[in-house]
């Protein structure tokens, strides 16, 4: 299967941290991307690669991979942080993209 | 510093073709690897991504809607153009070019994005 799976929504403590998840089995064999999604905003990309950010992007987002799951962590969760975030990846045997059903965070 | 940017109009009618253009700056089409993708979102839904257009000319279609997309490149205008045929009020959406990383390959991930466009298919 090429699509990729999110929970719909996460939630966590100013502060604490948080993991938020994608899974599909393109993930064995290509990154996901992360992109952080704010209302009435265009995406913006938070992860990339094996876990690189974007100039920018704090030091808290980081990625992670294993299996078939691609993680985004964020690292002491800041108010700003509250967004809608989607993962996505190159579809494995094909070139075509798919994206997760993104992922609502609140920052409680 | 790459920018793009979509334009195209705010409404469209059931049935009309779709003409949508992403104009961009700071790269080029012609360098190996280099891709631009369309994407949509309709309001309050997730990210759908409808095509991607690459520096060798290869096309690639969203499986559930390849029957309606076309999408083409102008190097000498920086621009790529998705059309989207037989327009439907489920269409309505805003609609997003982005710019793949190219040193990424052979993954597909999206480092610039356009503002978005919204368009509304009304009857």
């Known amino acids: 299967s090429s699509e990729l799976t999110q929970d719909p929504a996460v939630s966590v403590a100013l502060g604490q941290t948080v993991r938020i998840t994608c899974q599909g089995d393109t993930l064995r064999f290509y990154y996901a991307g992360w992109y952080q999604q704010k209302p009435g905003q265009a995406p913006v990309l938070v992860i990339f690669?094996?876990?690189n950010r974007p100039s920018g992007i704090p030091d808290r987002f980081s990625g992670s991979s294993s299996g078939n799951t691609a993680s985004l962590t964020i690292s002491g969760a800041q108010a700003e942080d509250e967004a809608d975030y989607y993962c996505?990846?190159?579809?494995?045997?094909?070139?075509?993209?798919?994206f997760g059903g993104g992922t609502k965070l609140t920052v409680l | 510093q790459i920018t793009l940017k979509e334009s195209g109009p705010t409404q469209v009618k059931p049935t009309q073709t779709l003409t949508l253009t992403c104009t961009f700056s700071g790269f080029s089409l012609l360098s190996t690897g280099v891709a631009v993708g369309w994407m949509r979102q309709p309001p309050g839904k997730a990210l759908e991504w409808l095509a991607l257009?690459?520096?060798?000319?290869?096309?690639r279609y969203s499986p559930t809607l390849r029957s309606r997309l076309t999408i083409t490149k102008d190097t000498s205008k920086n621009q790529v153009v998705l059309t989207m045929t037989n327009m439907d009020p489920v269409d309505t959406a805003t609609y997003y070019c982005?710019?793949?990383?190219?040193?990424?390959?052979?993954?597909?991930?999206?480092?610039?994005w356009g503002q978005g466009t919204l368009v509304t298919v009304y009857s």
């Open positions: 257009v690459y520096w060798d000319d290869d096309k």
């Open positions: 690669g094996k876990n």
């Open positions: 996505n990846s190159r579809a494995n045997g094909s070139n075509h993209v798919v």
């Open positions: 982005a710019h793949r990383m190219p040193q990424l390959a052979p993954h597909v991930t999206f480092d610039s």
